[in-house]
Each structure stands twice: as structure tokens, then as C-alpha cells.
């Protein structure tokens, strides 16, 4: 199986916001209140990312991760929105989705998007966890991540409780990966 991983265009816009919807209802069910899986709907989605992806120049870096032409992830990194991540980028999105899962997928698409924050300037990157989404705050710790304190999320339809993970040192973490592949 071999991963590509490349910048998103605009017409990547429904292949992640389909895989987004599907991918977010499956990790968020029993976490979300009913109220954010009603407004959240494929068509909300849609008009996010066509949005995001529309923007030119802007402070995000959107990559998708593709296996054998398909859409596997997607993730999206840049300046960040809470002040609990002091200086560090944020890693504001990161899905992978069900067929792809514990393929290496995440962990690539993790790397690349910090390796493009650590060109835009930032020593470390961070990103928050939902409380309770217990394979992905497995699959953090298990790329060196360190818990950095906790923080309430507003998001647009949901505040939900998260977990900070942080990479301090991203030069460090690049190399640790590399020779982990080696």
C-alpha cells in the first residue's frame, strides 16, 4: 500500500467533506450531544471545506492523504485558535478514514502537516483531543506526543472538553520518524 500525501485543491471539496461527515459521526458518536450530529449534516460540511479551500493564501495548510487514488485522510494545520497553544501551530483537523485506520496514514499525514508548520516558522505544533476519544489520544502518545493540559473547545456547534497534545520539537520528532521507517 503506498500513501500519497498532497496540498487539497478546491475540487477535493466533496471527497472530504463526504469522508469528514461519515469519519466524525463514527468518532463522535456517544461523545457528541444529538444537537451537533443534527446541525452537522454532509451538506454543512461541504460548504466548510468548498469555503477553506476557496481561500487564496491564507495561514492553513490542508493536505489529503490518498491511497491507490482514494481518499484515505485529510488534515489541516495553521495558526491557532485557542491561547492555550501558546506559539505552537495547530493541527485543527486530522481524520482518517475507517478502511485506512492503523495503515500509517495518520502518522504521515501528522508528520507532513507538521513538517509544513516547522517551514512556516513554528518550533511546535499542537492539537486538541476530544475527552473520551480514547484511539486517538492512544495514537498521539504513541507518536511521542506530550498531554499539555486541558481546554474547552467552543466550536461552532459543540463545546467539547479536549486534551492538549504537543510536539515541542518538531526537527526532534522528524528525525525520531525517520529512523523509525529506516
Not at 477553506?52 to 495558526?79: H, K, N
Not at 518538531?170 to 525517520?178: G, S, T
Request: with cysteine; proline share 4%.
Amino acid at each position: 500500500m503506498t500513501i500519497s500525501i498532497r496540498l487539497a485543491q478546491k475540487t477535493d471539496a466533496p471527497p472530504i467533506a463526504r469522508l469528514h461527515f461519515h469519519t466524525w459521526r463514527e468518532t463522535y458518536q456517544g461523545l457528541a450531544p444529538q444537537a451537533a450530529f443534527d446541525a452537522v449534516t454532509e451538506e454543512v460540511r461541504l460548504a466548510r471545506w468548498q469555503g477553506l479551500l476557496a481561500r487564496e493564501g491564507c495561514e492553513q495548510t490542508i493536505l489529503i492523504a490518498e491511497v491507490d487514488g482514494q481518499l484515505a485522510g485529510f488534515g489541516m494545520a495553521g495558526s491557532a485558535s485557542h491561547e492555550i497553544f501558546q506559539s505552537r501551530a495547530e493541527i485543527k483537523f486530522l481524520y482518517v478514514g475507517t478502511a485506512f485506520k492503523r495503515r500509517g496514514v495518520g502518522r504521515d499525514l501528522l508528520l507532513h502537516l507538521a513538517r509544513h508548520m516547522m517551514k512556516a516558522g513554528y518550533s511546535g505544533v499542537g492539537l486538541g483531543v476530544v475527552v473520551g476519544n480514547n484511539p486517538a489520544i492512544a495514537f498521539y502518545e504513541g507518536m511521542g506526543g506530550t498531554r499539555a493540559g486541558n481546554y474547552t473547545d467552543p466550536g461552532p456547534v459543540w463545546r467539547s472538553e479536549n486534551r492538549l497534545y504537543v510536539w515541542d520539537d518538531l526537527p526532534v520528532l522528524m528525525a525520531q520518524e525517520a529512523k523509525r521507517s529506516s
